[in-house]
């Protein structure tokens, strides 16, 4: 009889975390916009949410990820050339051309412009 108690148990518990796990929430509805979620998604892992470069994947990493609210990577590089290394990777950061077309890499471009570009 204790067996089966405890075997009822662990289903109620199992069912309790499907359960659980059916009514999150959709990560995308945290973000204003479709372009925040992208940024959030494909770039705060290395560059941050902040743009500083100081995200959990570059750390955990030891990358060093380029800094989006430096002058001098503004000053230095066009926005073709930037558009260049979402498209095709640079160093260690990873091609997105898998991931985002090139109306979204414009995008996502200008979102890093507005927010984070001194």
């Excluded at 479709?34 to 570059?58: F, L, T, V, W």
């Excluded at 230095?76 to 160093?91: A, F, P, Q, V």
């Excluded at 051309?97 to 890499?105: G, I, W």
Aim: with cysteine.
């Amino acid at each position: 009889m204790k067996h089966l108690a405890v075997v009822i148990v662990m289903i109620i518990v199992w069912l309790n975390g499907l359960i659980w796990l059916g009514n999150q929430v959709d990560p995308s509805t945290k973000y204003a916009t479709e372009i925040e979620y992208k940024y959030a998604r494909y770039c705060a892992g290395c560059h941050g949410n902040d743009g500083q470069g100081n995200g959990r994947i570059g750390r955990f990493k030891k990358l060093d990820p380029a800094d989006l609210t430096d002058n001098s990577l503004w000053d230095m590089h066009d926005d073709e050339r930037l558009l260049d290394s979402i498209n095709d990777g640079k160093n260690d950061m990873p091609a997105f051309y898998y991931y985002l077309n090139d109306e979204e890499q414009r995008e996502i471009l200008n979102y890093i412009k507005e927010a984070f570009r001194p």
